[in-house]
T-cell receptor
Framework: NAGVTQTPKFQVLKTGQSMTLQCAQDMNHNSMYWYRQDPGMGLRLIYYSASEGTTDKGEVPNGYNVSRLNKREFSLRLESAAPSQTSVYFC?????????????FGQGTRLTVV | GEDVEQSLFLSVREGDSSVINCTYTDSSSTYLYWYKQEPGAGLQLLTYIFSNMDMKQDQRLTVLLNKKDKHLSLRIADTQTGDSAIYFCAESKGTGANNLFFGTGTRLTVIP
């Protein structure tokens, strides 16, 4: 019963490097989300995918891109990492839209950009 | 706006009650949630309340909603060390995909 699985769990990048954070859910959920969590700021939505084939910007999309590869997988890409992107990243999924049904979160990816 | 505010820290002794408070600004919120984040883990839904309710009780958890003051609280009775975590309040305005807004989180520390 995996739920939402994120990889990797930890990553250190140099400024300017690129990387992709992977997320997969096995609950047949329609909606998937990427959040970042910074101290004292709660969770902020980066991008979301309301259904397979659609993606939309959230509150803080600059510097990121996403791909909804299929119903199960939703990846987040940093093309040119910056120190300001040091954060903990969470992927989440929900059967219906966020707020209308329970959201399930992955364990997070702790990213440090030096 | 969708600002959701919480105190950052709360410490209580084991066995006491904990009360975590949250204020929100959007009177059109339809659902209000409490999520729990244990160390090194993602968020987990604890409980939620519809905006037309005043109170909801679920075992040791009591949620109180004062819609007039836009104030939400989570009371944990007989707090245990396993309750130490960060608690997030979140408000939702309905069924749109981008409609859940989280507070800053309150770090609850339970002292044995």
């Amino acid at each position: 019963n995996a739920g939402v699985t994120q990889t990797p769990k930890f990553q250190v990048l140099k400024t300017g490097q690129s990387m992709t954070l992977q997320c997969a859910q096995d609950m047949n959920h329609n909606s998937m989300y990427w959040y970042r969590q910074d101290p004292g700021m709660g969770l902020r939505l980066i991008y979301y995918s309301a259904s397979e084939g659609t993606t939309d910007k959230g509150e803080v999309p600059n510097g990121y891109n996403v791909s909804r590869l299929n119903k199960r997988e939703f990846s987040l890409r940093l093309e040119s990492a910056a120190p300001s992107q040091t954060s903990v990243y969470f992927c989440a999924s929900s059967e219906k839209s966020m707020g209308a049904s329970e959201a399930f979160f992955g364990q997070g990816t702790r990213l440090t950009v030096v | 706006g969708e600002d959701v505010e919480q105190s950052l820290f709360l410490s209580v002794r084991e066995g006491d009650s904990s009360v975590i408070n949250c204020t929100y600004t959007d009177s059109s919120s339809t659902y209000l949630y409490w999520y729990k984040q244990e160390p090194g883990a993602g968020l987990q839904l604890l409980t939620y309340i519809f905006s037309n309710m005043d109170m909801k009780q679920d075992q040791r958890l009591t949620v109180l909603l004062n819609k007039k003051d836009k104030h939400l609280s989570l009371r944990i009775a007989d707090t245990q060390t396993g309750d130490s975590a960060i608690y997030f309040c979140a408000e939702s305005k309905g069924t749109g995909a981008n409609n859940l807004f989280f507070g800053t989180g309150t770090r609850l520390t339970v002292i044995p």
